[in-house]
């Protein structure tokens, strides 16, 4: 079935770095446009990173431009999200997700990744 | 940037009630907006697309409207499983960016 699993969370000290990636499967990836979209404790949700399908255009949200690098392997159907200059605001559980082109909404996420930044 | 003003930010309601969820855009998104149900610990899920397109899958008591700046959710009857928080999120055509209301928990009265 269509799915999305997310991996690469965990602790990290201000300033470190993490890679997460979202593994893709039971549908044709490289169609699919994806985006990255966190939850901060308590809060609502933030969009972070768009990528199209073929990765070469990249949308960052301002509160991570510069910091985060969103790249896909379409080979092995594969996403990831760099993140570096880590923060304690950073501290979310963080999604992937698939883009329906066609209405630019998101119709599949993945169970999602903890990210807990912290010294 | 748009900004994206949800109310209410909690709901109390009862089995069977109608309910109705509002996001106001801070400058016209034609009808691109969406409407995610999120219950706690669990990923969003797709209820609502382009204003007013149901998901598939998705139970028909869920309905959406409006266009340009102002839009709603509509449970037409408020059933157990939809106990949860809402979401609602617009796409911006020219400043390409995706941003999210800030939910509406709705509650058991």
């Known amino acids: 079935q269509v799915q999305l699993l997310e991996s690469g969370g965990g602790f990290v000290k201000p300033g470190g770095s993490l890679r997460l990636s979202c593994a893709a499967s039971?549908?044709?990836?490289?169609?699919?446009?994806m985006s990255w979209i966190r939850q901060a404790p308590g809060k609502g949700l933030e969009w972070l990173s768009y990528i199209s399908n073929t990765g070469n255009i990249i949308f960052y949200a301002d509160s991570v431009k510069g910091r985060f690098t969103s790249s896909r392997d379409n080979a092995k159907n594969a996403l990831y999200l760099q993140m570096n200059s880590l923060r304690a605001e950073d501290t979310a559980v963080y999604y992937c997700?698939?883009?329906?082109?066609?209405?630019?909404?998101?119709?599949?996420w993945g169970q999602g990744t903890t990210v807990i930044v912290s010294s | 940037d748009i900004q994206m003003t949800q109310s209410p930010s909690t709901l109390s309601a009862s089995v069977g009630d109608r309910v109705t969820i509002t996001c106001r855009a801070s400058q016209s998104i034609s009808s691109w907006l969406a409407w995610y149900q999120q219950k706690p610990g669990k990923a969003p899920k797709l209820l609502i697309y382009?204003?007013?397109s149901l998901e598939s899958g998705v139970p028909s008591r869920f309905s959406g409207s409006g266009s340009g700046t102002e839009f709603t959710l509509t449970i037409s009857s408020l059933q157990p499983d939809d106990f949860a928080t809402y979401y609602c999120?617009?796409?911006?055509?020219?400043?390409?960016?995706?941003?999210f209301g800030q939910g509406t928990k709705v509650e058991i009265k």
């Open positions: 039971g549908f044709t990836f490289s169609d699919y446009y």
């Open positions: 999120q617009q796409y911006n055509i020219y400043s390409p960016s995706w941003t």
């Open positions: 997700a698939r883009e329906d082109t066609y209405v630019v909404a998101f119709d599949v």
């Open positions: 382009k204003a007013s």
